[in-house]
């Protein structure tokens, strides 16, 4: 449900880019950042994992050619290690895990309730501080050994963007330019955009958007970007103000920065059909018939709005489904534009009149409290 521009997307793949930090200037910079204004408590947990993939499991690496049952009995043998040693947990997610974070010892850092799979934020709730999972986890990736950790406040940042792309294997097939006439036209700019003028460049030299900036939303400055080093960049400008160019393997970008914009709690129902965005294979119906389903359970959630969380389990075609459509919570600007406009109307306890269309299918949204 994040938000994502169709050609950003093709951006987005380039996980590990390499930010070039002294080839960059901030426009207009400022020593007010505020800083405080931008601490948030990542709202509600914060842990380590050690994942035990298996042959078929979800982005197993073609490395892994263990079975499910292999991958349980090794899960098992290292829960039995930690509870003998469990400050060797870092050490054995470097050895031992197959997921990302194997290398920062596991660390996941700390999240929202909702932004993980539904199995593994019900594991972590179980735990006290620095409590281990008694049992392997299962989840679609695997098996995991789960460390609960403290949650601690720790810089946000906002912002927008707009990118001067080259011609390359992962990039949109209408960008021809090669990367010294990006360079070129990028450098041609670093000294004329600003804090005034940035959307006006923005709307005529985007190519990850059309005619505007493409938002990148809140992240915490521990977030692993496609710029890396972003959160560092974008600490020594003022609200409004911009850095750039920050070159990536796919382009330049010009960043903009923007104060926090609020945090929303929410659940949602979402009635899938047949080519929608992630739809499953085995959902056949019309996008007409999306829309019939969704308004019939529009009208039972008003009807009984108690009632939200058992009609999520029982019709969501989303991932929050089994867990009562809970999202948990987000800084707008991380759900689609659709979503986040529906919200920006409602207040806690509403639920939308109508089914809110996005490319995912049609959405039945619940407001809630932020503390709720």
Same mark, same amino acid.
């Given at each position: ?56 499991a979800m982005r197993a690496d073609s490395a892994v050619t263990r079975s499910k049952e292999e991958a349980f ?10 509870? /003998? ?7 054995? &997610? ?5 997921? #990302?974070? *194997? !290398? ?77 006439g990006a360079r070129a036209l990028a450098d041609s700019l670093k000294d004329v955009i600003n804090a005034s003028?940035? /959307? ?7 190519? &990850? ?5 493409? #938002?990148? *939303? !809140?992240?915490p400055e521990t977030a692993q970007l496609p710029i890396s080093g972003l959160a560092d960049t974008l600490s ?77 389990? /029982? ?58």
């Amino acid at each position: 449900m994040t938000s994502s521009k169709p050609s950003l997307s093709l951006f987005a793949p380039l996980l590990l880019l390499l930010l070039i930090i002294s080839g960059c200037n901030a426009n207009q910079a400022s020593s007010q950042t505020e800083p405080d204004a931008q601490l948030f408590s990542s709202d509600d947990f914060a842990g380590s994992h050690i994942l035990v993939a298996y042959s078929g499991a979800m982005r197993a690496d073609s490395a892994v050619t263990r079975s499910k049952e292999e991958a349980f009995a090794k899960a098992e043998g290292l829960i039995a290690q930690l509870n /003998e040693a469990p400050e060797t947990f870092e050490e054995l &997610a470097r050895t031992e895990s197959d997921g #990302p974070s *194997g !290398v920062e010892g596991g660390d996941l850092g700390s999240w929202p309730k909702g932004q993980m799979v539904a199995e593994f934020d019900a594991a972590i709730e179980t735990l006290e501080l620095n409590g281990i999972t008694s049992e392997p986890v299962e989840t679609a990736f695997g098996y995991h050994v789960i460390r609960r950790n403290a949650v601690e406040k720790i810089p946000h940042y906002n912002a927008d963007l707009f990118i001067i792309g080259f011609a390359g294997p992962r990039t949109p097939p209408t960008i021809t330019r090669d990367i010294e006439g990006a360079r070129a036209l990028a450098d041609s700019l670093k000294d004329v955009i600003n804090a005034s003028n940035f /959307e006006e460049m923005a709307a005529m030299h985007n190519d &990850a958007g059309e005619g505007e900036a493409t #938002p990148v *939303g !809140v992240f915490p400055e521990t977030a692993q970007l496609p710029i890396s080093g972003l959160a560092d960049t974008l600490s020594t400008v003022g609200f409004g103000e911009v850095v750039g160019p920050l070159a990536f393997q796919g382009g330049f970008a010009f960043v903009r920065r923007l104060e926090v914009s609020d945090q929303r709690a929410g659940a949602h129902i979402l009635i899938s059909y047949a080519g929608a965005r992630n739809a499953a294979d085995d959902i056949t119906r019309t996008k007409e018939e999306a829309l019939e389903e969704a308004m019939r359970i529009t009208a039972l959630a008003k009807e009984d709005p108690t009632n939200f969380a058992e009609l999520a389990k /029982e019709h969501s075609n989303g991932p929050s489904g089994p867990g009562g459509g809970d999202l948990g919570k987000w800084f707008k600007g991380r759900m689609v534009p659709a979503f986040d406009d529906a919200l920006d109307t409602m207040d806690p306890g509403d639920i939308t009149d109508e089914p809110v269309e996005t490319e995912f299918g049609y959405h039945i949204i619940i407001r809630n409290e932020i503390g709720g």
